[in-house]
C-alpha cells in the first residue's frame, strides 16, 4: 500500500535563510509525487509535482523539490524564505496504477522575520 | 490551471438540520471529482470519490448516508451532510482532476461547517 510522511510537524526558519521540508514515501511501483500548499481557512495550491525526468523539481512561488529514489524522499527547498511563506505544506503522492492521491500529515512552516 | 469553485465558503447550521455543499469545475469537464474532510491541524482525509453519471465510491468508515454525494454533471459534484450533529463540524474540501492518471489535484477553497 502507498504512504505519505512528514516527519516534521513544524519548521521554522529566519527569513532570508534557505528551507526545507521533508518528506518520505512508499509505493510498490514509480511514484507521483506532489507538494501542496494551504493557508488558514483555505484550499490546498498546487505547488509541484513529479512524474518523471529531472530530479529537481520546480515549482510556483520558488520553491523546488528533489526526487531520490534511493531514499525513497521528496524535500521541499527554497533558497530563501518569506515571512508569507508561512503555511502548511502537504506531500502526497500517488502510484502509478491507482487513483487516489494519498496525503501526509502535513508540516507548518513558519518564517519569522 | 483547473479552477474549482466551493460555495458556501462558511456555513452554520442547527443540529438536525441538512447542508449541501456545491464544487464546481469551472474550465473543464470532471468525471471525478474528490471530497477530503479536514479536522484542525490534521491532514486531509478522503472521504469519498464523486463519479459522474454514477454512485460516488465512498471510503472505509464514511456513512455514505450521513454525507450524500450526487454528482449529476460534469462540472458539479454536491455534499450534503444530513442531519447534522457537532461532531460533523469540520473543513469540507473537494478536489477535481484532470483525466490523465498523471495529473495533480485542483482543490476549492473549503467549506467551514459549524453545527451547533
Known amino acids: 500500500a502507498q504512504s505519505v510522511a512528514q516527519p516534521e510537524d513544524q519548521v521554522n526558519v529566519a527569513e532570508g535563510n534557505p528551507l526545507t521540508v521533508k518528506c518520505t514515501y512508499s509505493v510498490s511501483g514509480n511514484p507521483y509525487l506532489f507538494w501542496y500548499v494551504q493557508y488558514p481557512n483555505r484550499g490546498l495550491q498546487f505547488l509541484l509535482k513529479y512524474i518523471t525526468g529531472d530530479n529537481l523539481v520546480k515549482g510556483s512561488y520558488g520553491f523546488e523539490a528533489e526526487f531520490n529514489k534511493s531514499q525513497t524522499s521528496f524535500h521541499l527547498k527554497k533558497p530563501s524564505a518569506l515571512v508569507s511563506d508561512s503555511a502548511l505544506y502537504f506531500c502526497?503522492?500517488?502510484?502509478?496504477?491507482?487513483?487516489?492521491?494519498?496525503f501526509g500529515s502535513g508540516t507548518r512552516l513558519s518564517i519569522r522575520p | 490551471g483547473a479552477v474549482v469553485s466551493q460555495h458556501p465558503s462558511w456555513v452554520i447550521c442547527k443540529s438536525g438540520t441538512s447542508v449541501k455543499i456545491e464544487c464546481r469545475s469551472l474550465d473543464f469537464q470532471a468525471t471525478t471529482m474528490f471530497w477530503y474532510r479536514q479536522f484542525p491541524k490534521q491532514s486531509l482525509m478522503l472521504m469519498a470519490t464523486?463519479?459522474?453519471?454514477?454512485?460516488?465510491?465512498?471510503e472505509q468508515g464514511v456513512e455514505k448516508d450521513k454525507f450524500l454525494i450526487n454528482h449529476a454533471s460534469l462540472t458539479l459534484s454536491t455534499l450534503t451532510v444530513t442531519s447534522a450533529h457537532p461532531e460533523d463540524s469540520s473543513f469540507y474540501i473537494c478536489?477535481?482532476?484532470?483525466?490523465?492518471?498523471?495529473?495533480?489535484?485542483?482543490f476549492g477553497e473549503g467549506s467551514r461547517l459549524t453545527v451547533l
Open positions: 464523486s463519479n459522474e453519471g454514477s454512485k460516488a465510491t465512498y
Open positions: 502526497a503522492v500517488r502510484e502509478s496504477s491507482a487513483s487516489k492521491i494519498i
Open positions: 478536489s477535481v482532476q484532470r483525466t490523465s492518471l498523471t495529473g495533480e489535484l485542483f
